[in-house]
């Protein structure tokens, strides 16, 4: 994998990663099983992502679109 593909890649594992922990976040289910199965400390920690994961995910998609824009 060259430099290049990397830097066309990389912003579509920022958005996904944004994408999936916002589902995390957003979904009351997957927020009580992780209140139960985890400890206070790590499911803290878990919700403290919420900032990185809106941040990832709008500069993620806004980073993908400008590579597919530009690619094309």
Known sequence: MTLKE???YFPFVVFF???IMML???LPTLRGLSEAHYPNELHQ???ATRP???ISLFLGG???LQ???IGL
Do not use: P
């Open 45 to 47: 920690r878990l919700m």
């Open 52 to 54: 990185l994961a809106v």
């Open 6 to 8: 990397l830097d066309f």
């Open 24 to 26: 995390f976040h957003s």
């Open 17 to 19: 990663y944004g994408a």
């Open 62 to 64: 806004f980073w993908s």
């Open 67 to 69: 590579n597919l824009w």
